[in-house]
């Protein structure tokens, strides 16, 4: 009847991920709900539709539990994999192992950018610049992922990979699969409680172990900046490293901070209730939720989502006379390093990038998937026409130029990136599994060739940077492999070689001769020296002709020819 429609909502919702939702005809609501646009579209005859009774079914095989509201819950042995899916826990064994590995790569990366963030301090080498471009690309093409666009398996491992090597997360580290009795909003309480300490150990473990190691090498965490003996400033002091770690690792972990920050905000209407999205069991108006809500989403609201970058921000208009000193260039440089003085707060048009990409993925999908992709769509372009109009790299080289490029180049592959996600989205609706592979290849193509750009790039310019490093380091390897070598030859080829580097010790114009390239520099410092002289004597000897009188010819004296032998004969 057209007077019970407006009440639809209160028995019938959109499972939120429909494969979940297998359905089943429901014979006590036919012919009394139909929809709005349709007077012959039978609601409680919609196959993806979830039925209120103890009959209901969900699609258990694919890890989801029966008889859950909206069939979102994950049974036992299964874990949440995005937003609304669920995958198979793997056995104990390899769980416990994939968790130490996971901790391994997120502690190597920590020290990889906390280790080249303090090696640079003061430098502002372009590596570091670009390390930048490269973690920002990895966290938004991650943060894309939460978008409820169908996206292919391929496309989720691309996005995991990269969230995995960008964000302290749980790409990686997932203790989902660890316990089975907690229910997924407990499980989702705990890790936010972790993660919301987080960033304070972090600060302890950091002030103790620099503390600790200006103990160790003479130089007091509190003691103050002097000038060394020539006048400058003086290195990078414990304290400087403290900051820059604590720096690098917030960096990490911000794009983390806010998406587990609004999640405590992700409410869904079913019926006339309210139910907390990562778990549609936990109901939004429950005690323990505006508890947790409390704690965990107003505190971390204001201290990491609004607070880190306006600390950032305040920390860097503070010192905005005084960027090009040693002093903060160490200890804030991660933040402002390769932008122009005049943008030195660029950084905080990043951040907020961020913040708006996890929220629209958050809170968007009450305006459908193809509003939301529009509005993601429209917001990457405002950055693009930012970045153009803004240009805020400086370019004091030739090689600073590829700065602007790569931070270009990776907007653009974000845009193409959620454009293809739409039209995947619009093709898996209209069942064109062709248009779905052709664009799952060219988002994968385009991802690709994007990350090897980045990498690449990064290690050109960290060999430019420490190129006497590695040539040293391509030297010593050589003579090393060289020594190695001759342990592996025969005798009679150890014998032949030692005769042979004796006979060539001499040439220094060789290259493969091992006793050469150890004695090569001495060798060639004396025969330089022995030039040298030479070359002096011979300097020497052409002033002196210059300065003598020139020798008159010789005179040519005739002299009598002399007589000629005489021969005695001996008588007999």
Not at 125 to 137: A, D, F, M, P
């Amino acid at each position: 009847p057209l007077w019970q429609r407006e009440d639809i909502h209160d028995m019938f919702a959109e499972c939120l991920f429909h494969p979940a939702c297998l359905g089943e005809p429901n014979v006590a609501l036919e012919n009394k709900y139909f929809a709005a646009d349709d007077a012959n579209d039978d609601l409680a005859k919609r196959p993806y539709n979830r039925t209120t009774f103890a009959n209901a079914t969900c699609n258990t095989i694919d890890g989801f539990r029966n008889h859950s509201c909206l069939c979102h819950t994950c049974k036992n042995n299964f874990r949440r994999k995005g937003t609304d899916q669920c995958a198979k826990c793997p056995d104990p064994v390899t769980n416990w192992g994939l968790m130490v590995l996971g901790s391994c790569m997120i502690l190597a990366g920590l020290t990889f950018i906390a280790g080249t963030a303090i090696s640079s301090a003061g430098k502002q080498e372009l590596s570091e610049s670009v390390q930048k471009i490269l973690l920002n690309y990895f966290q938004v093409a991650a943060m894309i992922s939460i978008f409820p666009l169908r996206w292919p398996s391929a496309i989720v491992d691309l996005f995991d990979f990269q969230g995995a090597f960008s964000t302290v997360g749980d790409h990686l580290v997932n203790p989902d699969c660890v316990t089975t009795s907690a229910s997924a909003a407990e499980l989702f309480y705990s890790k936010q409680a972790f993660f919301a300490c987080l960033p304070f150990l972090v600060t302890l473990l950091s002030f103790v172990g620099w503390y600790i190691y200006g103990v160790i090498t003479g130089v007091p965490f509190f003691d103050k900046r002097v000038n060394v003996g020539d006048g400058s400033e003086a290195k990078s002091t414990p304290k400087d490293r403290f900051v820059v770690t604590v720096g690098a690792i917030l960096y990490l972990m911000f794009p983390t901070l806010v998406g587990g920050t609004f999640k405590m905000f992700d409410c869904r209407m079913v019926g006339k209730g309210t139910w907390l999205h990562v778990d549609m069991e936990e109901s939004c108006s429950g005690d323990r939720y505006q508890l947790m809500r409390l704690l965990l989403g107003f505190s971390q609201l204001l201290l990491y989502v609004c607070g880190l970058p306006l600390l950032m921000l305040w920390f860097l208009v503070r010192n905005r006379e005084s960027l090009d000193t040693l002093v903060v260039q160490s200890r804030y440089g991660l933040f402002f390093a390769g932008y122009k003085d005049e943008r030195f707060y660029w950084e905080i048009v990043l951040s907020l990038r961020k913040i708006i990409i996890v929220g629209l993925g958050v809170f968007g999908p009450s305006l459908g998937p193809v509003s939301q992709s529009l509005v993601a769509l429209l917001v990457l372009f405002i950055f693009i026409v930012l970045e153009i109009l803004g240009d805020p790299f400086k370019e004091p080289t030739k090689r600073h130029k590829i700065l602007a490029k790569l931070e270009l180049s990776t907007l653009m592959v974000l845009f193409l990136t959620m454009w293809s996600g739409l039209m995947i989205f619009s093709s898996t609706e209209a069942n064109d599994t062709v248009s779905v592979e052709v664009l799952t290849v060219l988002v994968v193509l385009m991802t690709v060739v994007m990350m090897v750009w980045l990498i690449a790039q990064l290690m050109r310019e960290c060999g430019h940077e420490n190129a006497a490093s590695v040539a040293e380091m391509q030297q010593k390897f050589v003579v090393l492999w060289r020594r190695v070598s001759r342990f592996r030859m025969s005798p009679e080829a150890r014998q032949r070689d030692i005769r042979r580097r004796t006979i060539d010790a001499n040439d220094v114009t060789t290259t493969d001769n091992p006793v050469t390239i150890e004695m090569s520099t001495s060798h060639r410092a004396r025969l330089s020296s022995i030039q040298a002289k030479r070359e002096h004597r011979m300097s020497i000897s052409d002033q002196e002709e210059d300065i003598l009188p020139p020798i008159p010819p010789r005179v040519q004296h005739s002299s009598p020819p002399l007589p000629p032998r005489q021969m005695h004969s001996i008588n007999p």
